[in-house]
């Protein structure tokens, strides 16, 4: 939820007013986001909000913010549109190599503690993947290890919007958006359009085909991610979540990671005060105990 903010398409009503939500039907929308995706909605964020929605306003045939509403609360199947709401709130930054200190680590620490180990498999999760930047980093750097050292690895990369995996499924970038990438790795697994003008690369297909996406969503009770992880990436999402939702994702990952596996969060997140297995290693990266 962790790309692009999304931007706001104009509908304009009447004498060129942009319409807005009614305060009740504002605290409905706010309540059914917090419950689907743990993101609080506070009334500062109405603009940003009714921005976001104004694009489901032509495809759901409403002409108004309210009457989407309407539509949305009075179907009792709505699921699908309930996917077009979550697509529409959660903010998609992300960047190849964000926050290096991370990959560093991964590298340099733990890749040879797992490998010390004797264990042959790493098993990866990038748990809020975006438009794919973190998981095709992780893969560059593990693939780079394994390739030296022998073994095998598997990555798991999930997402709560099902837009931006399949953005990561294509695994195709502007140009620009894969320079952080170091060339060494670079000339190894990005591959330049056919057509230069086009300005775009795509991550080589042996890459691709180390990871599997899958939606899922965090607030769900529980994480069916298969096997313990050895490494679980899941930065930059909690500061979306209040206290009480941090906690409770932090644990459920936690759960899924095995003894000695190593918890990555973003540089600006915390789990201080929390009672989790974990102990810190290195800045916002945890080993599980």
Known sequence: MAAV??????????????????????????????????????????????????RRLRDTGTTTLNAYCDLLFADANANDEIDHLVNAVTTNKTDFFREPGHFEFLEKVALPTIAATGQRRIRAWSAACSTGAEPY????????????????????????????????????????????????????????????????????????????????????????????????????????????????????????LRPGGYLFLGHSETIAGMDLPVKTVSYTVFERC
């Open 5 to 54: 903010a999304k931007a706001p398409v104009a509908i304009t009503h009447g004498p060129g007013d942009l319409d807005h939500l009614s305060a009740d039907r504002f605290a409905r929308l706010a309540a059914l986001i917090y419950d689907e995706t743990g993101i609080k909605m506070p009334r500062t964020k109405a603009t940003m909000l009714e921005g976001r929605l104004r």
């Open 137 to 256: 980093t992780m893969a560059m750097v593990i693939d780079r290890f394994v390739q030296a050292r022998g073994g095998e690895y598997g990555i798991l990369a999930t997402d709560i919007d099902t837009e931006v995996l399949e953005a990561a499924r294509r695994g195709i970038y502007d140009a620009a958006l894969v320079d952080p990438v170091p060339s060494m790795l670079r000339q190894r697994y990005v591959a330049a359009s056919r057509d230069r003008r086009a300005g775009k690369v795509r991550i080589t297909p042996d890459l691709r085909a180390a990871i599997g996406f899958a939606r899922l969503n965090l607030m769900d009770a529980r994480y069916p991610v298969g096997e313990p992880m050895d490494i679980i990436f899941c930065r930059n999402v909690l500061i979306y979540f209040d206290k009480p939702t941090q906690e409770k994702v932090v644990r459920r990952l936690c759960d899924c």
